[in-house]
C-alpha cells in the first residue's frame, strides 16, 4: 500500500513551476526597463521584446510537456509556448518587420495572452487555487486593452512605451502567481 501511495504522489507533483516565476521576474524587469528609458530606440524595443516572446516560448513548451501527465490543461501552456517560440524567432530573425507591425502584433499578442490566463484561471479553480481569480482579472484587463489597441492602431504605435510596461507587469504578475499557485497545488497534491 505504501508503494502506491509514493507512486500516487509523483505522478501529481507539478514540475518546473519556477519556470513560471523566472518569466514572470523577467517581464515585470522588463516593464521597469521600457519605463525607465522610454525615449530608447524603437528598434531597441522590438529586439526586446522579439527575445522576451522567445524566452517565453521556450519555458511555456518546457513546462507543458514536462507536466503533461500531470495538468489537464497543459494544452494552454504548450499552445502559448509554441506561439511565443514562433513569433519570437520570426521577430528575431526580422527586426525590420517588428517594427513595422509591432503595434498590431503587440495587441494580438496581449489578446492571446488575455484568452491564455483566462484559460489558466479556469483551470486553477477546478483545483480551489485560493487566487484563481487573479489569473481572471489579468486575463480579462489585458483582452480589454487589445480591443482598445486593435481598435486604435496610432495610439498602440504612440503610447506603446507605457503600454507595453503595463502588459509586462500584468503579464509578469499573472506568470508570478501562477508559479505560486502551482507549486502550492503541488504540494495540495502530495498530501
Known amino acids: 500500500m505504501e508503494k502506491i501511495t509514493k507512486k500516487t504522489e509523483e505522478t501529481y507533483t507539478i514540475k518546473n513551476w519556477w519556470t513560471h516565476l523566472v518569466v514572470g521576474i523577467l517581464f515585470i524587469i522588463g516593464g521597469f526597463w521600457v519605463l525607465?528609458?522610454?525615449?530608447?530606440s524603437y528598434l531597441a524595443l522590438s529586439v526586446f521584446f522579439s527575445v522576451?516572446?522567445?524566452v517565453s516560448g521556450i519555458?511555456?513548451?518546457?513546462?507543458?510537456l514536462s507536466n503533461k501527465n500531470k495538468i489537464h490543461g497543459w494544452g494552454w501552456h504548450l499552445a502559448g509556448g509554441i506561439i511565443d517560440f514562433i513569433l519570437g524567432i520570426i521577430l528575431i530573425i526580422y527586426p525590420q518587420i517588428t517594427m513595422i507591425i509591432l503595434p498590431i502584433l503587440f495587441a494580438f499578442w496581449v489578446m492571446f495572452r488575455g484568452f491564455w490566463a483566462i484559460g489558466v484561471a479556469i483551470?486553477?479553480?477546478k483545483f480551489k487555487v485560493r487566487y484563481w481569480w487573479i489569473?481572471?482579472?489579468?486575463g480579462i484587463l489585458s483582452l480589454i486593452l487589445s480591443f482598445?489597441?486593435?481598435d486604435n492602431p496610432l495610439f498602440a504605435g504612440i503610447s506603446i512605451i507605457?503600454?507595453?510596461a503595463f502588459t509586462f507587469f500584468s503579464f509578469g504578475l499573472t506568470q508570478i502567481f501562477l508559479a505560486f499557485d502551482l507549486r502550492s497545488l503541488s504540494t495540495v497534491l502530495k498530501a
Open 123 to 125: 483551470e486553477l479553480q
Open 135 to 138: 489569473s481572471l482579472i489579468l
Open 59 to 64: 519555458s511555456g513548451i518546457s513546462f507543458a
Open 162 to 164: 507605457f503600454l507595453t
Open 52 to 54: 522576451m516572446m522567445f
Open 148 to 150: 482598445i489597441l486593435i
Open 36 to 40: 525607465k528609458t522610454p525615449m530608447a
